[in-house]
């Protein structure tokens, strides 16, 4: 069945340092990955995402890139802060018949980003 | 813009009783909306989409008489769990797609923290 594996489940690194979050996918039909952050107790965020139709997209120190052969996706954070702590989602969305599409979720990476 | 409002935020009651959840598109319309439970340290996991005018689509293993789902208006939708147990205890998280297209982005309320003595 349709899968997204996320990796690491934890990432800790120093302040002003990259963090890079890994995932893949098994639906060669998806087309859309998006990517949450949700602080504890709070809402997922939606940070950024991208369509299949590019392999890079950026938006100030977030960026995805995005490898459709490999079925592979991943999120670069650029000189992190303390405020980047918390846990990050991908997520692939997969068709099905009619309008019955939905995002797949992977597992969650717990970034924890120290002063 | 894209704002979703989930209410209440915390639920605290005793088992066996119903209770509501409504999840509405505040800014814009959702025809699809979707109904997630999270578990503490875990991932998202769709309990079902909500489609307006019709039936939700529920994922495998997921009680359809236990939850039930309406979707009355292109901005509201409900979740109501029906007497509930312990076990029903859980963070539940909706979330309401922008635009027909599935490849869109989805937005999610602030979620109902459910316990159930």
Not at chain 1, 50 to 62: A, P
Not at chain 1, 94 to 108: A, H
Request: proline share 4%.
């Amino acid at each position: 069945g349709e899968n997204v594996e996320q990796h690491p489940s934890t990432l800790s690194v120093q302040e002003g340092d990259s963090a890079v979050i890994k995932c893949t996918y098994s639906d060669s039909a998806s087309n859309y990955f998006p990517w949450y952050k949700q602080e504890l107790g709070k809402r997922p965020q939606l940070i950024i995402d991208i369509r299949s139709n590019v392999g890079e997209k950026k938006d100030q120190r977030i960026a995805v890139t995005l490898n459709k052969t490999a079925k592979h996706f991943s999120l670069h954070i650029t000189e992190t802060q303390p405020e980047d702590s918390a846990v990050y989602f991908c997520a692939a969305y997969v068709y099905g018949s009619g309008n019955t599409g939905k995002l797949i979720f992977g597992q969650g990476t717990t970034l924890q980003v120290k002063p | 813009g894209a704002v979703v409002s989930q209410h209440p935020s915390w639920v605290i009651c005793k088992s066996g009783t119903s209770v509501k959840i409504e999840c509405r598109s505040l800014d814009f319309q959702a025809t699809t909306m979707f109904w997630y439970r999270q578990f503490p340290k875990q991932s998202l996991m769709l309990m079902a989409t909500s489609n307006e005018g019709s039936k939700a689509t529920y994922e495998q293993g997921v009680e359809k008489d236990k939850f039930l789902i309406n979707h009355a208006s292109l901005t509201l939708s409900t979740l109501t769990v029906t007497s509930a147990h312990p076990e029903d205890s859980s963070f539940y998280i909706c979330s309401a797609r922008v635009g027909g297209g599935g490849n869109q982005p989805q937005h999610f309320g602030d979620g109902t923290r459910l316990s159930i003595l």
